[in-house]
Each structure stands twice: as structure tokens, then as C-alpha cells.
Antibody, heavy 119, light 107 residues
Framework: QVQLVESGGGLVKPGGSLRLSCAAS????????MSWIRQAPGKGLEWVSY????????YYADSVKGRFTISRDNAKNSLYLQMNSLRAEDTAMYYC????????????WGQGTMVTVSS | DIQMTQSPSSLSASVGDRVTITCRAS??????LNWYQQKPGRAPKLLIY???SLQSGVPSTFSGSGSGTDFTLTISSLQPEDFATYYC?????????FGQGTKLEIK
């Protein structure tokens, strides 16, 4: 079945780095844009970044620009988010989501991976 | 950035009730408006896309309407499994922004 599974979250100190991964299955990964969306504890949803199917187009939220890098490996059906210079306000559940450009929506979501930035 | 404002922020209702949630965009977004449902500890789930199209597998008790800046999500007859938080999201321009959420609770 169509599935996204995130991994790589954990506890990191302010200023530290973390790399999140998202493994896709059940669909042709290389046909789809992909996004990262986060949710701070008890808060709403915030779009973080997206990457085109080929990787040639990338966009970031202003809150993470210059610190986070999105990438993908279509041969491995995987999406990544390299997070550097982490701040307390980056603490959140991070979801990867399939970005369906036919319906202009995030139609498949992973279960999320929790990132906690604390000393 | 386009701001999305939902109302109400929370709502108490009973099983069988008809419920409407409103979402307003800070500028026209045509019909590029989606609705998601999120239950505690779970990922969001797409319910409605492009304002009024029902995602596959979503019960027909859910419906959406609107265009431009004003949109609504309606649940025609609340079921126990519908008690959750609902988010609108605009896909008209980047950054794609979400409303703050509407928590639907059991009365």
C-alpha cells in the first residue's frame, strides 16, 4: 500500500544538527513532489519545504531558510531533511507528505518523527 | 504570505449534529483550498481538495464549498469518529499556509 515512513528524529542540543529520512513505498516516488511539514507540540501545522520530482525546484519557509536542506534520492525512494543550527523553536513533529500536483494537496502523510531541541 | 483564519477555534457538538467550519484567506486563492482532519497522536488526513472535491474513501457526510476568500467545511451528521481537529490549507501560492485549526469536541 502507499506509505511514507519517517525516521531520524531525536533529542539534540541547540546549535546541533539532525538528518531526517522518509522512505516511500507503494507508488512511483519519482513522479511526485514531496514536502516536509512540522507541528510544534500542541500547535498547528507549518509547511517547511518542498522539492520537485526531479529535485530541480526547491522551496523553504523563511523560518528554516539557510539552515535546512531538503533532498531526495529517487533510486532509493527516499526524501531527506538536513537540519543544521537547530533552535528550540524547531522542536516539533516532522511529517513528510506526498504533494499531489493534480489535486494541489498533500494527499499522503507519514506518521511523523519527533525532533526535540533542548539543552 | 497568505494568512488563513479559521472559525471557530473550538466547537462542541453532539452525534448527529450538522456542523460548519469556516476558513477565510487574506487574499483570493480561487478554489485552491484543502481540508484535513487530525486525530490526537495521528498524522493529518486529507478530506477535501480544491474546495469541494471529496478525497477517495472520505464519507459523503463531509462536504466543502467556497471560492475566492471564503470557504466552509460541513459535516452533515456527526459521527463519533469525526471528533478531531480540522485544518484548512491554501495551495494557491508558496508558502502553502494552514489555518490555526478547529477542535471539534463532543458536547
Amino acid at each position: 500500500q502507499v506509505q511514507l515512513v519517517e525516521s531520524g528524529g531525536g533529542l539534540v542540543k541547540p546549535g546541533g544538527s539532525l538528518r531526517l529520512s522518509c522512505a516511500a513505498s507503494g507508488f512511483t516516488f519519482s513522479d511526485y513532489y514531496m514536502s516536509w511539514i512540522r507541528q510544534a507540540p500542541g500547535k498547528g501545522l507549518e509547511w517547511v519545504s518542498y522539492i520537485s520530482n526531479s529535485g530541480s525546484a526547491i522551496y523553504y519557509a523563511d523560518s528554516v531558510k539557510g539552515r535546512f536542506t531538503i533532498s531526495r534520492d529517487n533510486a532509493k525512494n527516499s526524501l531527506y531533511l538536513q537540519m543544521n543550527s537547530l533552535r528550540a523553536e524547531d522542536t516539533a513533529m516532522y511529517y513528510c507528505a506526498r504533494t499531489n500536483l493534480v489535486i494541489y494537496a498533500f494527499d499522503i502523510w507519514g506518521q511523523g518523527t519527533m525532533v526535540t531541541v533542548s539543552s | 504570505d497568505i494568512q488563513m483564519t479559521q472559525s471557530p477555534s473550538s466547537l462542541s457538538a453532539s452525534v448527529g449534529d450538522r456542523v460548519t467550519i469556516t476558513c477565510r484567506a487574506s487574499q483570493s486563492i480561487s478554489r485552491y483550498l484543502n481540508w484535513y482532519q487530525q486525530k490526537p497522536g495521528r498524522a493529518p488526513k486529507l478530506l477535501i481538495y480544491t474546495a469541494s472535491s471529496l478525497q477517495s474513501g472520505v464519507p459523503s457526510t463531509f462536504s466543502g464549498s467556497g471560492s475566492g476568500t471564503d470557504f466552509t467545511l460541513t459535516i452533515s451528521s456527526l459521527q463519533p469518529e469525526d471528533f478531531a481537529t480540522y485544518y484548512c490549507q491554501q495551495s494557491y501560492s508558496t508558502p502553502q499556509t494552514f489555518g490555526q485549526g478547529t477542535k471539534l469536541e463532543i458536547k
